[in-house]
C-alpha cells in the first residue's frame, strides 16, 4: 500500500511538473558576466533550483562534518567508558573487617 501511495504521489508531482513546463515554455533571456542565454523560462527555474540545492548543501556541509566529527568522539568516548566499566567489574571486592 505504501508503495503504491508513492507511485501515486510522484505521478501527480510529474504532472504538475509537466503542467508548469507547458504553462511556462516562453523563452526568457538571462544577461550574465560572460554572455547572454536565451532558455525557457520552466527549464531556467528547473537549473536555478538545482543551483540553489547545491549551494544550500555545500553552505551546510562544514556543520554536518563538525556533527560527524563529534558523533564519533563521542562513540569513542561511550567504547572507552565501557571497557572502563567492564574492568571494574571484573575486580575483586575486598571486605572490610
Known amino acids: 500500500m505504501r508503495r503504491i501511495l508513492g507511485l501515486i504521489a510522484l505521478l501527480v508531482v510529474i504532472l504538475f511538473g509537466l503542467?508548469?513546463?507547458l504553462l511556462n515554455a516562453?523563452?526568457?533571456s538571462v544577461d550574465y558576466y560572460f554572455g547572454e542565454l536565451?532558455?525557457?523560462?520552466?527549464l531556467l527555474l528547473v537549473f536555478m533550483l538545482?543551483?540553489?540545492a547545491?549551494?544550500?548543501?555545500l553552505?551546510?556541509?562544514?556543520?554536518?562534518l563538525s556533527r560527524a566529527n563529534?558523533?564519533?568522539k563521542l562513540r569513542?568516548?561511550?567504547f572507552n567508558t565501557e571497557r572502563e566499566v567492564n574492568q571494574l567489574r571484573r575486580l575483586p571486592l575486598k571486605d572490610k573487617l
Open 19 to 21: 503542467s508548469f513546463a
Open 38 to 42: 536565451s532558455l525557457p523560462l520552466s
Open 54 to 57: 547545491a549551494v544550500g548543501i
Open 70 to 72: 563529534q558523533a564519533r
Open 26 to 28: 516562453h523563452t526568457v
Open 50 to 52: 538545482i543551483i540553489g
Open 76 to 78: 569513542k568516548q561511550l
Open 59 to 64: 553552505a551546510s556541509l562544514s556543520m554536518v
